[in-house]
Each structure stands twice: as structure tokens, then as C-alpha cells.
């Protein structure tokens, strides 16, 4: 998608001009995105919201390869781990999550997903599980058998006004909330700089002191408040579907294992490394960057790394997903001081990967 600067209108009326994102519509015509709805381009760059409107890529045109219309999760299989991809709410997650639980596979950990399309979903979530040791049945067939019922086709809105609450109501939520919050801080700072000037304040037995405290508590109280709200609206604009993401349907490992095999020859990668790579990173340029430089570094003791405490030869760095800086790499020199063996993990594997790099010897 590209960005563009449109004219909104409301009718006659204009409303405001923008920068909107574009899509194409399932007809082939061009769109711009505005509060979470395509509006057919007209002539002039400009889109009038009172006129068609459609949820952006609810409709997209059929490509090669794409999965079931209907299908809400797609499987990525690793070894032996595996990683569950959701379409839909957070509630959905937990409760696939409580369901793999329930069937006796041990989830790992779950959260935003940050990858591209797999098997044509445009996933929202990830639950990443220990795939079963035996089972009578393939994987896929085992976690669509515990799945059953659970992720049903999102049912689309019952008319085109109530899309257009729902993600009003959603920006009205997230707005009031950031109000609130600023009260709220700035309610803190009066009381914080009026005690740094004086003291404790004292000022009329206490009645100043007493009057900012209890503001800031109704201001707490009312941020508080406000969170439910936020959160109940962001929970019903999920319900929504999502634009598809940029890159086609495909086999995404395959491609970032290319990279790694025609680019970064002497990393070896570990375990469920490459699933890693591809599911939970959004952009990989931080990961390419780092594993370069180490690949091309003529000693065992990589700059900008630090040694992992208790796991003799290994080496951690903190990388970037695209997102935040909760990826981790951890790297050692082989025996025969020519390849690099990798484990790309996430901060919150931490523990668990440190003990594997103790064992692995």
C-alpha cells in the first residue's frame, strides 16, 4: 500500500484532507483508507463518506495457493515446537490456547503476530506449542479436531452504519483514555512540584495537601474507568477484518531460509530458529544486519555482544522484531572456528534457552 493525499468529503462538504493509505477493492478500482474503511477514489484524489465503503480486504481477489475462505488458523510446524496462527480476538487466542492445554500439548507462550500472510490468513495471533513427541493423527488433524467449533467464520456486520460505529466508538474510546491519562499526570505533577517548593504540604491543616491527593485519586479512578471502556472497544473493533498484509500468499520459511543459505553462509541456525525468524519478526533487516557482521568477523569474540553467564562460548544480543527490542540471539563459534551456530529466541524464552545452552555442550 501507498500513501496519498485525499480529499474527504462528506457529500459536498469537505471535511478534511489527509494522508490516506491505498488498496485495491475487489473490482480492481483504487481506494483510500480512512477510519478503517476503503472508499473508492474518485476524480480530484477524493473520497466522499457518505457514499460506498467497504472493510478493506474483505473481499480480496482469489490468488494461487490461498487457503479456505472461511479458515481462521493456519499451522506452522517446526521442530518440536509448532506455532498456532490465529485470526480474530484476544479472547479467541486464550481460548484456542486453554483448548491445546486441555488436549494435552504444552503451550509455550502466546502473543501479536507479526509475520505476513501464511496460507492466505492474515493472522492477528500466535500460540507457539510444543508439538506432541507421538499422536495418532497428523498434527494439523489433531489441533483442527481441538479447535473444532471454537474458530468459526467471523460473521460480517449487520449493516454498513453499524461498521462505522463500531470504529468511531474505537477511536472515541482510545481518545477519552489518553485524556484521561493526561489529567491524571498532570494532577501528580501540581502535588509533586507544590511539595518540592514547600514541603510536605501543611498549608491550611493539611486541607491543600488533602484536596490534590483526592483529585488525583478520582483522576485514577476515572483512567481506570476509562481502560475498560478502551479495552471493550478495541475488543469489538477486532471483530472487524483486518486489511490482508503486503506480501502475497506463500511459503515465507522457505524464503527466509534462502536468505540465510545464499547470504550468511556460515550461520548455522538452532532449533526452531528459522520459525522464529519468520512468525514472530515483522521486519528482519535488525536480524540480517547483526548475524552479517558476525559472520564476518575474524575472531570468536564478537563486538556489541555480551557472554552468556554459565554457557561456556556463547555469546547474546538483543535485536529488534520490528517491533520492540524483546528479540534474542544467542551465537558460538563452532569447534572448527568456521561456522556460527545461532538460536534466534525471544526475551521471554530466556530461561528455558539458557539452560538448553548449558546442555548443549
Not at 494522508?19 to 480530484?44: H, K, N, S
Not at 495471533?125 to 513427541?133: A, I, K, L, T
Not at 550468511?264 to 540480517?288: G, H, M, N
Request: with cysteine; net charge negative; glycine share 8%.
Amino acid at each position: 500500500m501507498t500513501a496519498i493525499s485525499v480529499s474527504i468529503y462528506d457529500g459536498a462538504q469537505l471535511l478534511e484532507r489527509r494522508d490516506c493509505r491505498t488498496t485495491l477493492l475487489p473490482d480492481q478500482r483504487t481506494a483510500a483508507i480512512w477510519r478503517g474503511l476503503a472508499y473508492p477514489l474518485l476524480e480530484g484524489e477524493r473520497i466522499d463518506v457518505s457514499g460506498e465503503a467497504v472493510v478493506p480486504g474483505a473481499a480480496p481477489p482469489p490468488a494461487v495457493g490461498t487457503s479456505r475462505p472461511d479458515a481462521r488458523f493456519a499451522l506452522v510446524e517446526g521442530v518440536g515446537e509448532a506455532y498456532l496462527l490465529i485470526q480474530g480476538s484476544v479472547i479467541d487466542r486464550e481460548q484456542a490456547a486453554a483448548r491445546l492445554t486441555s488436549g494435552g500439548l504444552t503451550v509455550l507462550r502466546h502473543g501479536r503476530y507479526l509475520g505476513d500472510l501464511v496460507d492466505g490468513l492474515a493472522a492477528d495471533w500466535f500460540v507457539r506449542f510444543q508439538s506432541p513427541s507421538a499422536a495418532p493423527q497428523p498434527l494439523a488433524d489433531h489441533i483442527r479436531t481441538l479447535l473444532d467449533g471454537l474458530l468459526r467464520p467471523a460473521e460480517a456486520p449487520a449493516s454498513m452504519a453499524e461498521l462505522r460505529l463500531r470504529l468511531v466508538e474505537g477511536e472515541l474510546a482510545q481518545a477519552k483514555a489518553a485524556a484521561a491519562s493526561l489529567k491524571t499526570e498532570v494532577a501528580r505533577l501540581r502535588l509533586a512540584l507544590a511539595e518540592q517548593a514547600s514541603g510536605p504540604i501543611q498549608d491550611d491543616g493539611g486541607e491543600v495537601a488533602e484536596r490534590l491527593r483526592a483529585e488525583v485519586d478520582d483522576l485514577q479512578k476515572a483512567l481506570a474507568e476509562e481502560a475498560k471502556h478502551r479495552i471493550a472497544a478495541e475488543a469489538l473493533a477486532l471483530e472487524v477484518p483486518r486489511p490482508p498484509r503486503l506480501l502475497a500468499a506463500g511459503r515465507l520459511k522457505d524464503e527466509v531460509a534462502a536468505v540465510f543459505a545464499g547470504l550468511l553462509p556460515r550461520i548455522r541456525l538452532l532449533r526452531s530458529s528459522l520459525d522464529v525468524a519468520a512468525v514472530e519478526f515483522s521486519d528482519r533487516r535488525f536480524l540480517y544486519g547483526a548475524l552479517a557482521e558476525l559472520a564476518n568477523g575474524a575472531t570468536g569474540t564478537p563486538p556489541n555482544w555480551k557472554k552468556v553467564k554459565g554457557a561456556d562460548r556463547w555469546w547474546e544480543r538483543h535485536i529488534s522484531n520490528g517491533q520492540d527490542d524483546t528479540g534474542r540471539i544467542y551465537a558460538r563459534l563452532d569447534a572448527e572456528g568456521r561456522d556460527w551456530e545461532v538460536l534466534v529466541s525471544h526475551k521471554s524464552e530466556q530461561p528455558r534457552d539458557i539452560i538448553w545452552l548449558r546442555l548443549c555442550g
